[in-house]
Every structure is written in structure tokens, then in C-alpha cells.
């Protein structure tokens, strides 16, 4: 994952190898080469292979996981049955639960699976599962009687009951094929192990299911702490801000020492890494493997936070493509060499670092949305133009979000911050919210409670929330122009061609702003510029992108003709 050179070449032999030359490399060779195969050829190179039972079980829990979840489960069968009693019981970890409840229809679901390699494989991984794990899933389609104790035998058994014993007698509430597979296991669990035979069913009679939970809880969080997968609490510390004043934890440390971390098989044949390539081709050899590590744990840790399932193969690629993103970030932000950044750095500060922009945005727009004079405490933030409203609502998500169509044309929706880029485009738009924001306080005088004493009766305004910034801001300058005040009042319909000749001189072919406008204009920023130096430019950007939305509109009106005030979305007219 950190040697872009390394995978590349990877990729291009994953795409060329055959399996007859994939089953006669050496093993630990193809285990490093099974990650760029695609699915489909990674489960017939490894059944092909005469050792694919060590093959199987030499991969990561992880990767082993998402290996099987890519494939398909019913159609990774055969690999679930050659998987180790630990694997398999990390499979289970991954997939059943339901936050913190074991998930007893899914769990089924890979035991069922797994039977397809025969009894004793099965039985064979299910007696190394957790105790409690066995309860919970019998407690979910049996109730257990004990004859003498729960039933008098001389007046007959529970009706469509099964025994393998003639002592414990078990009512399955299951499908007809989940009912064979239970009386399967049982009897061969009697046969094989009386002792935990007898405690099995023992526990489900007596119902413990909460307790039963909470202890299967408890040794399945311990397991995924061993894969890197921190509890729910500890990892929203991975949206929180570094902080350099205490000692800093590297999410490296939480790979035990020589192994090896998941290399997110899913991913890697699409070529996808957490650490910028171009960053990650410079690491030194030696400093590789623990960037890795940091990388793969990074996705385990944002996998938690945001309660994504670890084997949704779309989540998971979205994870890797989000923690991407913030990790460019933040090395941007920490400077100097990428590649140093990431071998001195732990990956957990780098995103962290990352992130932190995306946050400091988010605050700044809602100090913009709480104190902007046409639009304090109104969250959504309606009167600004479209891109700076949907930048300013995807900012103000739980989690600040980009909007798309702020830094790519034609693009809609939300996403994550992928690059620098999108920080300094994001912050640049803010800038002018900003500016907009001392115009109308500072200068114009002109705020909410404006806007909501004006009546839109007669006006070409059809509802409140088309008083957009430009537009009130546009109206203040005619009014300047017509009565040398900058007021908002609505201009009459009878003044547009008066307000057209103040406004516009001829250009050519076209109409260019009136010296006289542009002075306005000018007087305007100076006195925003003498109280924020640093809003001068995104002042005169805002300012001269509205005076281009009044030109377009009105500029060009034939006013020997009847005009039609409902069509010049500029300015708020009163017809």
C-alpha cells in the first residue's frame, strides 16, 4: 500500500499471470500477488493450488474476509471451508453483529455455507467459536425440554420434537433445510463432545440471552482490538484535533510487533491507495510496511466511527477514497516531505491534520450564518446564491461535508474534501460570504429585519427566499444611483430605463458599467477594506459578480417595448 512502484508492478503481473504459473510460485509470493487479482480469479488461483488450505490460511483475518464478501459468500463456499477455526471466527466478528447484538440470521447464513464442506469442517470451527456465541445462535430457532423436568414422558413428547439423547428435547423453529443442519450438529456434538453438549443445551433451557451477549461482546471486541479495530468511543478520536501538547498515538502501535496488516484485498487490484502515490513512492523500503500498517488501521478506525459494515465492498472502497483525501491534506498542511511526513508522523495526526480544515471551514460558516445581516439564524443560509447556499448547508453536516459544484461544474451533491485544492476553493468562496457580509453591515446598513418588513405584494419577487444577497445588493446600488441613498426599497418598473441610463455606457456592441456605478462600487470596499484588510478582494469579487448579474438582465432591455419586469431576476422591482 505505501510502495506505489511495488503495486504497479503488481498489477500489471496480476493482469498477465496465468494460474498455472500463479500455483507454481512460492507461497508467500502469492500471497503478496493475491490482493491485485480480481475476485473472480483470485478464488480459482487459490483452489487451483495443491497447498490452497495453507494458501487460505496464510492471509490476514481481514483480507481473508473481504476476499469472501467480494466473491460472494455462497460462491466463496469452498474457501470459507478452508479457512482456519480463528478466521472464521473472525468472519463472524465482522459480519454478525448488528452494532452490539450478534446477528443470528447472518451467522446462520456462513455456518450454513460452511456445511457445504462437510460435517466435520463444520463441526470443526463451530467447537472453537465462542461458548456464548453458540447459545446466542441455538436460542434463536430452539427451546430445549428436559424430560421428567419439563414434560411427563409417559404422556408423550413435545410435539415435533428432536432428541439425540432421549433426555434433551429440542423444538426447531427454522426452515426445513436449518432444521436438518440444527439435528446435524447436535447429534454430532453429542457424539463428539458430551460435555459442551450438555452446557450448550443447558444454557439455552435457561435462557441467559443478555448476559450471553454481553460476554460474546466482550471477546469479540478484545479479538477485532487484535485486528485493529478500535471500540465505538475510542475511535471518534479520529475526527478530533490533534493535539501536540499530549503524547500523540501512532495507529501503528496497534499492529503486534511482526505482523503483518491488512493489505484490503478488495481494493487493491483497482489500483486505490489511503496514501497519495506520488508521496508513498518515496518512502523509504524500511519505513514501508508501517506505513502501511497505519494506512490499513486508519480505514479500520473511520470503519467504526461511521458504523460502515466492514464488508460492504462500496462503503469500504468509499472509506479508502475518504481517508485518501484527508490524508493529502494534511500533508499538505504539516509541509516539507511527504515522504518524511509519513514516516515520522503517525497516519492517525496526518488525517486528523486533514480533517482539521475541513472543521475550521465548517466553523467559519457557521460564524458567517450566525452574524451575516441577511441571514442570521437562518441555518440554511437561503438568500445566498445557490453554490455559496449548498456549500454553506454541506459545511454545516454533522461531519462537514463539500459540495461538489463548488469546485467542479455541472457536479452536484456532497462529498468528502479530496485535496488542497478543495480547501483553498471552499475557502476562497467563504471569503466572499464573508465580504458580503461587511458590505451589507457596514456599509449598506441593510439587514435581516429589512428583509422581512418588506411586502412582496406588486413585487417580482414570487417568495422571501428569492431576496438573494446579489439581488438585495443590486437594489441598494440603483437606489444609490436614482436617489443617492443606499436603501432597500424596490425600484419602480417606471425608473428602469432612467436607472438603465445611469448605470451602463455603451461598449462596442455591448454595455459596459457606468464610471459612475463603478465609483460606487469603489467608494464601498474602501470602507470595507479600512475595517477587514484582509476582505478586499473577495469584497470587489462579490460586489463586481453582482454587477455582472445586472448587466446581464438588464443591460440589453429594448425599453421601446413594453418590459416585463418579471423576467430581470437582478433587481427587486416593483411593477
Known sequence: MADSRADLARIDLAASIDQKDFTALPLQRRLELLPYLPPSRRRNYVLACEDSKALVEAMQPQDLFLTIKEIGLHDAAEIVGLASPEQFQNCLDLDCWNRDVIDAETSWQWLTVLSEAGLDVLMGKVGALDFEVGIALFAEHVKVYVAKEDFDPDEGVPPGSFTADGVYHLVIDASPD????????????????????????????????????????????????????????????????????????????????????PSFAIIRHDGLSVVPLDAAARVDSDDAAAVAAGAAYLVNWLAVADRVDPGDVTQVRELMEKARGYVSIGLHEIGGDPARTLASTPMLDIFRTGFARAKDLADRA???????????????????????????????????????????????????????????????????VDASAEVFGTVLKIFKKDLLALDLKGLNVPIRDDLTVSRVFNTAVAQKALKDAFVLEPVAAGDLAKLHGLLFVRSGDGWDIAPSAAETVKDIMEVVERKRPDLRRPAMQFMNACLEDLRDSLAHVDFSKEVKPDFIGSLIIRK
Open 366 to 432: 457557521k460564524r458567517i450564518v450566525a452574524e451575516h445581516p441577511l441571514i442570521a439564524g437562518d441555518k440554511k443560509a437561503l438568500r445566498l446564491d445557490e453554490v455559496s447556499r449548498e456549500t454553506v448547508a454541506a459545511l454545516l453536516q454533522p461531519r462537514p461535508l463539500l459540495y461538489l459544484g463548488a469546485v467542479k461544474d455541472g457536479a452536484a451533491g456532497m462529498g468528502h474534501f479530496s485535496s488542497a485544492h478543495d480547501v483553498a476553493a471552499i475557502s476562497g468562496l467563504l471569503d466572499k
Open 178 to 261: 436449518r432444521v436438518e443442519l440444527i439435528e446435524k450438529m447436535v447429534t454430532d456434538l453429542f457424539h463428539r463432545d458430551s460435555d459442551l453438549y450438555l452446557r450448550l443445551l443447558s444454557a439455552v433451557r435457561d435462557g441467559m440471552n443478555a448476559p450471553v451477549q454481553e460476554e460474546a461482546l466482550r471477546w469479540r471486541t478484545a479479538r477485532l482490538a487484535d485486528l485493529g479495530f478500535p471500540d465505538y468511543v475510542e475511535s471518534l478520536k479520529v475526527y478530533s484535533r490533534p493535539d501536540k501538547k499530549k503524547e500523540r498515538r501512532d495507529l501503528r502501535s496497534a499492529v503486534p510487533k511482526g505482523d503483518v496488516p
